[in-house]
């Protein structure tokens, strides 16, 4: 399973190279170089990776799901699935980091059960996106977990899928997330709904 979680990975950083290939840039006019500067330029820039689309990368055993089979609900926005736990379990092999996390909005199309191509990666993770290893305290990583959850059971975009920790959260205690004119997290007003944070089976420090 660790090969398809670091080739879900790595084809999304292969997808990432492809749209980087056609990314143009504006120069004032006075600053264009003349004509056999720009072929001189042009020749060097590389031809995009040539992909097979339906080579197979992997199987999977079960659907993974982005969606409710049954009523077609999209589940990523709110609720844990495979699929996304999938997703961040890949970040977290690929990094070597204690825990991961991934936003629903960057996770696409569910995958079905059987093999996987290569098309169905880029399906799954269409969104160009940097991975990024960072050190967080316990209370940093406490409000980001506030703020991804706030607006339960309501589904929204920055929903986290997690790897390496696992939350309980009261649904009785309404959000207290404080968000500044900006609308970027500034603190709790009051006692919050995320309970019971492990990190590895031990509990989060919010001073550590």
């Given at each position: 399973m660790r090969r398809i979680l670091v080739l879900l990975l790595l084809l999304s950083a292969a997808s990432a190279v492809l749209c980087g290939c056609f990314r143009t840039t504006s120069l004032p006019v006075d600053e264009l170089p003349d004509t056999m500067?720009?072929?001189?330029?042009?020749?060097?820039?590389?031809?995009?990776?040539?992909?097979d689309l339906q080579a197979i990368v992997g199987r999977a055993e079960y659907d993974l799901i982005?969606?409710?089979?049954?009523?077609?609900?999209?589940?990523?926005?709110?609720?844990?699935t495979n699929l996304g736990n999938l997703c961040a379990?890949?970040?977290?092999?690929?990094?070597?980091?204690?825990?991961?996390?991934?936003?629903?909005?960057?996770?696409?199309?569910?995958?079905?059960?059987?093999?996987?191509?290569?098309?169905?990666?880029f399906a799954t993770l269409p969104v160009e996106c940097n991975l990024i290893t960072v050190h967080a305290?316990?209370?940093?990583?406490?409000?980001?977990?506030?703020?991804?959850?706030?607006?339960?059971?309501?589904?929204?975009?920055?929903?986290?899928?997690?790897?390496?920790?696992?939350?309980?959260?009261?649904?009785?205690?309404?959000?207290?997330?404080m968000t500044d004119d900006m609308g970027n997290f500034a603190g709790l007003s009051g006692d919050g709904r995320v309970k019971d944070v492990l990190i590895g089976g031990a509990p989060l420090q919010a001073d550590a």
């Open positions: 500067e720009i072929t001189e330029i042009a020749t060097e820039v590389p031809e995009p990776p040539t992909i982005a969606e409710d089979p049954a009523t077609k609900k999209w589940l990523l926005s709110s609720a844990q379990d890949a970040y977290r092999s690929a990094t070597g980091a204690d825990v991961a996390i991934v936003c629903a909005g960057e996770i696409g199309d569910s995958i079905s059960c059987g093999d996987i191509t290569v098309a169905d990666v305290t316990g209370e940093e990583i406490l409000y980001c977990l506030e703020a991804a959850y706030q607006h339960l059971p309501r589904g929204n975009s920055e929903y986290l899928h997690l790897s390496g920790l696992s939350v309980v959260l009261d649904m009785n205690q309404n959000s207290t997330v």
